[in-house]
């Protein structure tokens, strides 16, 4: 006989976007939820991650609201050596398994189907027993899914792999157990710079690397990203400097030429241009292991990858009978999807709503749902989504989108106040000086960045005026057509 549920919340997927908002709705509502995610245990992408990842940013922007992720500790040694910690991949997986456990089943207000899918129309299906499940969501079915979060474990590579040739995943790489002559890194993301310094932490020479990079791209500057008080004077002159780079910017080109010259962001070559930004980031000392790597093949997407050399869109490369082992770091772990209404009839779509910051996003969202009946209208004008960038136009798009929205967020003190205690609010509420308790200090601080951030909208419309007149493409300088040719990027162009 098959199961019949009735739930307040359907959550279609346990990884990190899901479990941040479903933290939020038990903490400020009493609604019952029902969870379904295909993996074993939550965490989503994280469970298949490679063994090596770490996280780029610090362990305060990840996870969910109500529990620390880590200690708050400040490194002592390595390439983050006197920053904020970042969590590895065991801590990640054992921090969500914990939250699972100790707070959603123990509220007994969330129930729990793993290795399963929701199939869209009503029904939970277990991949293992095929059984299915009816569910009816009486408030909105959340999807945590649509951010199509990849590592390369979840995709075959987007190149051919021809006999003959050894290609492996990051996590394959690292149980590795026989030598090769050269190391192929095929990727130049997050991925890729993990994969170059794990290769090279372990004691292979860097001259035995080849490193294959479509585009090079603008790197954040970790020690900007820091936050709480210790770095408050650190970040508020970083934040002076974007400012001042935004507002004396005529043209794109000359935003990011700016922020090279305030080291601001960090390129990998001097001599090469950046033309993509996925929002990767690293410090100085990570920046000058990465420069040791000198083979650095920049002959656009790999095409093939064979048992002599590798085949790219604008050349070859042969490796004179060595032995190669390719890692294939190239899945779109940020995918720029088309934006969506968050909110609609009877469902949620989780998004970004500021750069590159999902599980904050998820828990704004939970919020906003949480707090009041509002209409969707409403609810959707204070949760734009913004995409992830793949170039410096997108930044400059995302950018402007994420000040309009905080224009509307500081006129609201309800959502101010959630920031102040909300530990996943720090891109917005714990990087720099922060903003004071209620009171009138806090008023005329709001005041103050509501000034500041009018002129950097009516600065940004004009860089976006600039974008329209010559055109996307022409500032695209040297990008591929193909990393642009996909539908989907296509309705993203046309959205934002």
Not at 27 to 54: C, F, N, Q, T
Not at 307 to 316: M, N, R, T
Not at 416 to 444: F, K, Y
């Amino acid at each position: 006989m098959t199961e019949e549920l009735e739930t307040d919340y359907l959550v279609v997927g346990a990884g990190g976007m899901g479990m941040a908002f479903v933290d939020t709705v038990l903490d400020e509502s009493d609604a019952a939820i029902v969870m379904v995610d295909r993996y074993d245990l939550p965490g989503g992408h994280w469970r298949v991650a490679y063994d090596y990842v770490k996280l780029h940013q610090p362990s305060d922007y990840y996870g969910v609201n109500s529990l620390e992720l880590g200690s708050g500790d400040i490194d002592d040694s390595g390439h983050n050596a006197g920053l904020l910690e970042l969590a590895n991949l065991s801590e990640i997986r054992e921090y969500y398994e914990r939250v699972m456990r100790k707070k959603f089943l123990k509220s007994g207000r969330v129930r729990y189907f793993p290795n399963s899918e929701y199939d869209g129309a009503g029904a939970i299906v277990n991949l293992l027993s095929g059984e299915r499940t009816q569910v009816r969501a009486t408030r909105r079915v959340v999807d945590s899914t649509y951010m199509n979060v990849e590592v390369p474990a979840m995709v075959p590579p987007p190149f051919k792999v021809a006999e003959g040739a050894t290609v492996v995943t990051p996590g394959e790489l690292s149980r590795t157990n026989m030598p090769y002559d050269r190391y192929v890194v095929v990727g130049g993301g997050k991925t890729g710079i993990d994969t170059v310094l794990w290769l090279l932490s372990r004691g292979l020479p860097s001259d035995r690397i080849t490193w294959v990079m479509p585009r090079d791209a603008w790197l954040f500057r970790r020690e900007y990203s820091q936050t709480g008080p210790r770095f408050a004077e650190l970040c508020d002159k970083a934040s002076d400097a974007w400012v001042d780079a935004w507002m004396g910017a005529s043209t794109p080109t000359e935003f990011f030429e700016k922020l090279d010259a305030a080291q601001w962001l960090y390129r990998l070559s001097d001599q090469v241009r950046p033309t993509a930004f996925r929002s990767a980031t690293v410090t100085r000392s990570e920046l000058n292991m990465l420069r040791t790597v000198k083979d650095v093949v920049r002959q656009g997407r790999c095409v093939e990858a064979n048992h002599a050399g590798i085949v790219l869109k604008h050349g070859s490369r042969e490796f004179g009978g060595e032995s190669v082992l390719y890692v294939n770091c190239t899945a779109n772990g940020l995918a720029r999807v088309a934006p969506v209404p968050v909110f609609e009839p009877g469902k949620i779509t989780l998004q970004s709503i500021t750069q590159a910051q999902q599980v904050y996003g998820a828990s704004f969202i939970a919020h906003i749902e949480a707090r009041s009946d509002d209409d969707d209208a409403i609810k959707n004008a204070l949760t734009v989504p913004v995409p992830h960038p793949y170039d410096e136009v997108d930044f400059i798009h995302d950018s402007l989108s994420e000040f309009r929205s905080m224009q509307l967020w500081l006129q609201d003190a309800d959502i101010v106040e959630w920031w102040q205690n909300a530990r996943l609010a720090g891109v917005v509420a714990r990087i720099g000086t922060p903003i004071p308790p209620a009171g009138p200090e806090r008023e005329s601080a709001i005041e103050e960045r509501r000034a500041v951030i009018a002129k950097l909208i009516e600065h940004g419309e004009k860089l976006e005026a600039y974008i329209a007149s010559a055109g996307r493409d022409a500032i695209r300088t040297n990008a591929e057509t193909e990393d642009y040719a996909s539908e989907v990027f296509e309705a993203v162009k046309g959205a934002v």
